[in-house]
């Protein structure tokens, strides 16, 4: 299971051990500054693996598409939070949570603030 904490300046998402595994990653940290939007899609995209997993609708790590660099961790196409970035090695992280329509309100909430 995902994890997401809130810490004063940035945003740290911390992946499942299997979810590592599946994506060769552990960690991301994204500085609140960096979000340019937030959202809950539902995210039926054809992405380039270049290192990770995807298995039918689940994908996990690095992907690519028309010059955009996506950090996917999803079993699902449906309902997923997404993070548009600005100056972040990934343009574009797609999560799926258990929780997520109650994490999109503190992330929003937190961008009005910084």
């Given at each position: 299971?995902?994890?997401?904490?809130?810490?004063e300046?940035?945003?740290?998402?911390?992946?499942?051990?299997?979810?590592?595994?599946?994506?060769?990653?552990?960690?991301?940290?994204?500085?609140?500054?960096?979000?340019?939007?937030?959202?809950?899609?539902?995210?039926?995209?054809?992405?380039?693996?270049?290192?990770?997993?995807h298995?039918?609708?689940?994908?996990?790590?690095?992907?690519?598409?028309?010059?955009?660099?996506?950090?996917?961790?999803?079993?699902?196409?449906?309902?997923?939070?997404?993070?548009?970035?600005?100056?972040?090695?990934?343009?574009?992280?797609?999560?799926?949570?258990?929780?997520?329509?109650d994490?999109?309100?503190?992330?929003?909430?937190?961008?009005?603030?910084?």
């Amino acid at each position: 299971m995902k994890t997401i904490l809130f810490e004063e300046d940035k945003l740290i998402i911390s992946l499942s051990s299997l979810e590592t595994i599946l994506g060769l990653k552990h960690t991301i940290e994204v500085p609140y500054n960096n979000i340019k939007d937030v959202s809950i899609e539902d995210t039926h995209l054809f992405l380039w693996k270049i290192y990770g997993t995807h298995l039918g609708a689940s994908k996990y790590g690095y992907f690519k598409k028309d010059g955009v660099n996506y950090f996917v961790a999803s079993s699902t196409n449906k309902g997923n939070l997404v993070l548009t970035l600005n100056n972040h090695k990934y343009d574009k992280i797609i999560l799926e949570l258990d929780h997520v329509e109650d994490v999109l309100p503190q992330i929003q909430n937190r961008l009005r603030t910084d």
